[in-house]
């Protein structure tokens, strides 16, 4: 990808929480050379309202990473970057 431009990975809606501590969103990235680079994770709900999980800014070095993020809602939602 070059400089300014956006890619956008969505889930499709998920059921709510399928395990009754709540479940886990795991995800790889590269984050590196990208200064002012960042990735928003981003629940959203199907009533329409949004959460933001965790933003992910600077430079991360040069390897991919891994994310896990706990997921808990009563409703079903979908997550997006």
Known sequence: MQEQQTAVLQTQMIPSQVHPDGDCFQFWYF???YETGSIHVTMKHD????????????????MWRTERLPMKSATP???ST
């Not at 009533?47 to 040069?62: A, H, I």
Request: no cysteine; charged share 30%; proline share 0%.
């Open 77 to 79: 939602y979908q997550v």
């Open 47 to 62: 009533d329409g309202t949004e959460e933001k999980l965790v933003v992910l800014e600077g430079d991360r070095g040069s």
């Open 31 to 33: 984050l590196h050379y």
